[in-house]
């Protein structure tokens, strides 16, 4: 399998290199060269927001093309009508972002989505950005087009500091601030998961949405800071906190306390969704042990420090803050 990676280098985009290369694929990767590509890769040099910044691609021919592009859907847009009739599939790692809020428990891939258009350009919020390039992918590709709606990912690489928070949080031991309740089922996917399914749907030629996230309750809260505390070693002490009590406190879900959300509207649209799709065609989800205990070998082998997206905020609770909420 001939394999074009646009991006490549960073979270999904590496985890898809190195699950093609694992798998004997040729793979051939498109992206600015600001970071090294897994070794195996052909990285050929291209700024997609550049005048002409495909031209890299020459007249080569692949059998398909794996595309995590979350910003301005016109950079998808053009990459799609550059390709059409060079390569036979076209996978779009999307987002479960794209539905309309607030979503109804238990919500499929026939969800209402969002407005938008392929050819915004500058600064477009999320959903539109991901809404859009799907739109792109629909008009040059049809029902060659995958569009991979990712849920929350977490796992080696991850960067934009969730799960790595809660890892660097609990390893500095104490008592912790857990968000409640603690059987709070979550709905999650490890990116390498994510990888390996959408490559199974790459061979298989699958097209359309795809919800690609675990199933719902795939582990609770508990279970994911349980497994923190046993994989750091850490004397952490878990403070299970009522969430009605972190609210009225002002502590923001999901950023100052990463992956938590309170139960209700919000909630339900981030870890309601059905996989049914996914997972009849044949998705597979590690145990949350295996993701924890990989993380945090990844983030001791670069220093503790996770990686951090340019384009996305810093998250997690100040110490000061939480010291206050503990002794509260």
Not at 250 to 263: A, D, I, K, R, S
């Amino acid at each position: 399998m001939r394999l074009l990676l646009l991006g490549g280098t960073k979270f999904v985009g590496r985890a898809v290199a190195e699950e093609a290369l694992a798998r004997g694929w040729e793979v051939t990767a498109l992206n600015r060269g600001t970071q090294p590509a897994p070794e195996g890769v052909r990285v050929l040099l291209g700024d997609r927001t550049a005048e002409d910044g495909l031209a890299a691609l020459g007249t080569a021919e692949w059998d398909s093309v794996v595309d995590t592009w979350s910003w301005a859907p016109a950079a998808v847009r053009d990459s799609a009508r550059r390709l059409n009739g060079r390569v036979g599939h076209y996978a779009y790692v999307s987002s479960r972002s794209v539905y309309d809020y607030p979503l109804r428990p238990g919500a499929d891939e026939t969800a209402p989505v969002v407005p938008a258009s392929p050819d915004l350009t500058g600064e477009v919020p999320y959903a539109e950005a991901k809404r859009g390039a799907e739109l792109a992918l629909e008009a040059e590709f049809g029902g060659r087009a995958l569009l991979v709606r990712a849920g929350l990912i977490l796992g080696p690489y991850e960067n934009i500091g969730r799960l790595p928070w809660w890892l660097n949080r609990i390893a500095r031991g104490g008592p912790v601030l857990a968000p409640g309740p603690r059987d709070l089922p979550l709905q999650y996917i490890d990116g390498r998961d994510l990888a390996a399914w959408t490559l199974d749907a790459v061979a298989a030629r699958l097209g359309g949405p795809y919800n690609v996230v675990g199933p719902v309750g795939h582990t609770t809260m508990g279970g994911l800071l349980e497994a923190c505390v046993r994989a750091t070693g850490s004397d952490a002490g878990l403070r299970w906190t009522d969430p009605e009590r972190i609210v009225a406190a002002g502590v923001q879900p999901w950023t100052e306390l990463p992956v938590w959300v309170p139960p209700g509207e919000l909630y339900d649209s981030v870890h309601g969704c059905s996989v049914a799709r996914a997972v009849d065609s044949g998705l597979r989800c590690r145990p949350v042990t295996e993701t924890v205990e990989d993380t945090w070998a990844w983030l001791r082998s670069i220093g503790g420090e996770a990686p951090q997206r340019d384009d996305r905020p810093n998250v997690g609770l100040d110490p000061e803050r939480e010291a206050e909420l503990l002794r509260g």
